[in-house]
């Protein structure tokens, strides 16, 4: 069988799809293959080992969860300031929690990169990157706020996300009104 970008996709988005679902003991090239509707052996045709199908679900939650270039070219020409950073928030976590499944799989992902060590070196060396790339555009954004600060603002947004996408602590309180007091207490 030849292998082609769509299948691939096709099969990565099938095993976000069972990692959400049915958590990381669930995650085997047959559910996959169940998932995706096709036969048997494809997923392990195209990820050769489980290392291999995490790595493809990994880069693929990233191709998933990217900003739009509309939305980077439309931030590249705002006017620095707490708005413009609370603009950035909110997309982040708009797209987070608009592919729900994708990020309920990025956690179930951090969940086993406590017992896997080959998970953490794949996952942490995708998070660093996404850091990096939050630093530069803080940076070109002429935003305040270098690594340390942007860490905690990372920090802070995955408990967030945790909360939303499970059971609430505050359901009353919404998404926005939370951002605008993250991003006063982080910019002050």
Known sequence: MAKNEHRRRQLADAGLHVLARDGSRGLTHRAVDVAAGVPTGTASNYFRSRDALIEGLVQRIGERLAPTEADIERRASAVP??????????DIVRRLTTDREVTIALFELRLESSRRPEVAALL?????????????FNTAAGLPGGRAEIALFHYAIDGLLLDRLTTPIDPETSTDDIID?????LLG
Do not use: H, S
């Open 124 to 136: 942490g060396a995708w998070q660093r990157a996404g850091l990096d790339a939050d630093v530069a």
């Open 81 to 90: 300031g707490p708005a413009l950073f609370a603009d950035y928030v909110r």
């Open 181 to 185: 007091a993250l991003v006063e207490g």
